[in-house]
């Protein structure tokens, strides 16, 4: 079932910048040397932002968003820095063009970008928040961390919601052992046969009523993070909408 949230206007993402400075900061938390912050310190819930490859950066694209969301739920929303100490993948080396950087990327995947590793990191962080005070968690992830996200909802986690936007890797399976609703956005560039599948499965979820998902076809892979362009007027559209989806379905999820 396809939840539109239409009545929920209260949850209005302001117009977002092309140039941008993010309001938030970055301090050490858990095993995490370096999280982005942002958002009222006082908020019972959380939510976590599990970024792509290309990490933080470009500012005025993840973490826009990131303080978007914190600022329209008044929640406080954390960006772990997954790829310490290695860091990111460049963002000029991509996409790999010879066999070398093809290798470069695959490497990278087998090492610190590791899903299953990274599952267990981002689960421990929401362990963290949980004991330090975080009553409910959404998770939202971009890319390679939209594979990252849907695979920490299943059975014992501290997540209450996930959502995955231009996610790498979709696959149908994804979805047979999630446990708390899925909010689900892809673009142009992803499986929509895989999509269509994840979508069959949920139907058949108790939570089905709570999810959301769109096909945003007129959109490339990594529209609404690191490869977003918000001076296309097109894009910064549907940058705003899906921002406003998924600020609508945590509102709904962690209420």
Not at 4 to 26: E, L, M, R
Not at 97 to 107: G, P, S, V
Not at 160 to 173: K, T
């Amino acid at each position: 079932m396809t939840t539109h949230n239409t009545n929920q206007a209260c949850c209005s993402i302001p117009p977002v910048q092309s140039d941008y400075s993010p309001v938030g900061s970055f301090k050490p938390l858990g095993k995490f040397n370096k999280v982005y912050v942002t958002g009222p310190a006082t908020s019972t819930n959380a939510i976590i932002c599990v970024y792509d490859i290309f990490g933080h950066a470009p500012i005025e694209r993840t973490q826009q968003g990131a303080d978007l969301l914190a600022k329209t739920l008044d929640t406080t929303v954390y960006m772990p820095d997954f790829f310490e100490p290695e860091g990111p993948f460049p963002i000029d080396n991509f996409p790999p063009t010879t066999d070398e950087a093809k290798q470069e990327l695959q490497n990278f995947f087998g090492g610190i970008a590791n899903p299953p590793e990274t599952v267990k990191k981002l689960t421990a962080f929401g362990e963290l928040l949980k004991s330090n005070g975080a009553k409910k968690i959404g998770v939202y992830g971009f890319c390679w961390g939209g594979k990252v996200t849907i695979s920490a909802g299943g059975e014992g986690t501290p997540f209450s919601a996930v959502s995955i936007v231009h996610p790498a890797m979709l696959s149908g399976s994804d979805a047979e052992k999630l446990t708390v609703p899925l909010a689900m956005y892809i673009s142009k560039d992803e499986p929509v046969d895989e999509y269509e599948k994840i979508i069959k499965s949920l139907e058949n979820k108790p939570f089905t009523s709570q999810c959301d998902y769109k096909n945003y076809t007129n959109m490339f892979h990594g529209w609404a993070a690191a490869r977003g362009d918000l001076k296309n007027e097109e894009n910064k559209k549907e940058y705003e909408e899906v921002y406003n989806k998924l600020a609508n379905f945590f509102k709904k999820t962690l209420a």
